[in-house]
T-cell receptor, first 115, second 115 residues
């Protein structure tokens, strides 16, 4: 079974440029999470989807960040325009339900560097 | 608000020895879940072990075990017979059993295993 797939793995952009990250969760997983992990820190939730509905986006900086999960499968996270402080690893995770016992599976992440 | 604290930024252990990583948390909830995740260098985060707060018995998974002290809000991870492959960042995480289902991660402990 394929794991959570993310692309690209690395991205370097100039500040004020747009950038997008893509995530394909494990087949059948209806819950999808986007996290931001700053250097030396733990992951922080940006947004959580249940199927195609964003049920928790309270930590998403909506002035520059947007996300979508059309058809409740893969998802895209966008930043426009990027700022220097957005440099981080962006992690996608999925699981098969809202039960905490259901393990979260993480993707390899996208390392974003904003110059 | 719930918080998770890992006070050891870095730990070292000799191969085949035992090491304990500390984690404390703060919550007003009575029912919740606690997790330890492992993040090897440039690799995906994976679940090591989980504990349900309503269970008094400490969870164990092969060489990994926890010491869960609910009253003290402490959740430490013990790694026995440490192996070179155990070298990684370890994150403690909390999730309430109801409500937002949001995972709260600590800042991590980097474990070095010395040959």
């Amino acid at each position: 079974e394929a794991g959570v797939v993310q692309s690209p793995r690395y991205k370097i952009i100039e500040k004020k440029q747009p950038v997008a990250f893509w995530c394909n969760p494990i087949s059948g997983h209806n819950t999808l999470y986007w996290y931001r992990q700053n250097l030396g820190q733990g992951p922080e939730l940006l947004i959580r989807y249940e199927n195609e509905e964003a049920v928790d986006d309270s930590q998403l900086p909506k002035d520059r960040f947007s996300a979508e999960r059309l058809k409740g499968v893969d998802s895209t996270l966008k930043i426009q325009p990027a700022e220097l402080g957005d440099s981080a690893v962006y992690l996608c995770a999925s699981n098969s339900g809202t039960s905490a016992y259901n393990e979260q599976f993480f993707g390899p992440g996208t390392r974003l560097t904003v110059l | 608000a719930q918080t998770v604290t890992q006070s050891q930024p870095e730990m070292s252990v000799q191969e085949a020895e035992t090491v304990t990583l500390s984690c404390t948390y703060d919550t007003s909830e009575s029912d919740y879940y606690l997790f330890w995740y492992k993040q090897p260098p440039s690799r995906q985060m994976i679940l090591v072990i989980r504990q349900e707060a309503y269970k008094q018995q400490n969870a164990t998974e092969n060489r990994f075990s926890v010491n869960f002290q609910k009253a003290a809000k402490s959740f430490s991870l013990k790694i026995s017979d440490s192996q070179l492959g155990d070298a990684a960042m370890y994150f403690c995480a909390y999730r309430a059993s109801s409500g937002t289902y949001k995972y709260i991660f600590g800042t991590g402990t980097r474990l070095k295993v010395l040959a």
